[in-house]
């Protein structure tokens, strides 16, 4: 039987599980707002994690983590502060990326930008 190809979201759950292994506390998935994603929501101790999991099968044009561009990266801040403007949160936050490649290869970028610059 053929398998078939794995979605965004199988990559999503499995970088949560990553990072669930690894201490971290879910607090949502897919947050959704008019100008932006958020993959997922964690807590690091405190620390608010807004986390981007990116899969590329190979590394041309720079791999997963390199395609978190400028314009990704401002639509991630945007959706952030959107995010903190209805859930009150007194502690800081920092965004994450989960770059994943072939042979189930991933990577943990902790605090991969900073909001301020976008």
Same mark, same amino acid.
């Given at each position: ?6 979605? !965004? ?13 690894? !201490?971290?506390?879910? =607090? ?12 997922? $929501? ?6 608010? $994690? ?23 990266? =401002? @639509?991630?801040? $945007? ?21 994943? !490649?072939?042979?189930? @290869? ?13």
């Amino acid at each position: 039987m053929p398998t078939r190809p794995r979605s !965004g979201e199988d990559f999503e759950r499995q970088a949560c599980a990553y990072l669930t292994d690894r !201490g971290l506390r879910l =607090r949502k998935r897919n947050y959704r707002c008019r100008n932006g994603e958020i993959d997922l $929501v964690m807590l690091d101790g405190q620390t608010l $994690v807004f986390v981007e999991v990116r899969y590329r099968n190979n590394a041309r044009f720079g791999g997963a983590a390199a395609s978190v561009d400028a314009g990704k990266r =401002r @639509r991630l801040t $945007v959706a952030a502060l959107h995010y903190l403007q209805r859930h009150a949160h007194d502690a800081p936050a920092r965004f994450d990326v989960v770059a994943m !490649g072939p042979g189930e @290869r991933i990577e943990w970028i902790k605090d991969a930008f900073p909001a301020q610059d976008h």
